[in-house]
């Protein structure tokens, strides 16, 4: 199931009447907590391998997103950022889609965003994502306040550290939409998993096979490690259990 949207008008960011503004909300697919907990005991590698076997062979994100420090971790429902860049140096409603799609986080979420050139994320809207139960943030961009959000431990994903602002560079057109981050589709809801070895996308369609694929190749990949430690061969391994 995907996200749907219905649309109210309300008034501006200043809330005057006389300037209704078109705003959007979404009913979100309905989660379940137990596959966040089973995802969470796995690693994105084994993750890729098996949505290759079900035939979805792009749901890795390009590897030029890393995390921010190496213990870094993510697992959540991806919640949506487009961004584009801004029309206007001095908006007149400064950050209005950025600090709506933050407030908007909830629990077990993981903010994604799409590619943008300029620091998207910072140390305060970390603190105000965390608060919200909000489990990381993936950005096709860069963020700022590095240190401070190392310190946090608030698990971020990016290309890169830049120090400009956002503000009057890019704007935020939407969220909870489709977007594409890291070369990847991804709509609202699909499960994310984030490590130090990339992020991987599980469309929210195919997360049930996916994670008892996954779980299943885990238990494999343990039998395989033990045979190797005693001394069988690789040949013989991947012959024996068609795991490597």
Known sequence: MRAIRF??????CRETPLTPILKEFFVLPARRADWIERLAKLYTPVVADVLDKLGFR?????????????????????STVQTVPARETAPACPYAGELAAVDDLQPDDVLVVSASDWSFWGELLSTAARYRGCRGVVIDGHTRDTRAIMEMGFPVFCRGIHPADSLGRL????????????????????LILADHDGIVVVPQGIA???????EEKVSGENLVRKALQQGMSTTEAFKRYGIL
């Open 7 to 12: 649309r109210v008008y309300t008034g501006s």
């Open 58 to 78: 792009q749901q890795a994100m390009r590897a030029d997103i890393r995390p921010l420090f190496p213990e870094a971790r993510a697992v959540g429902y991806a």
């Open 171 to 190: 704007d935020v057109a939407d969220h909870n939409i489709h977007i594409t981050c890291g070369g990847v589709g991804i709509h609202p809801g699909d």
């Open 208 to 214: 049930e096979e996916a994670l008892r694929l996954a």
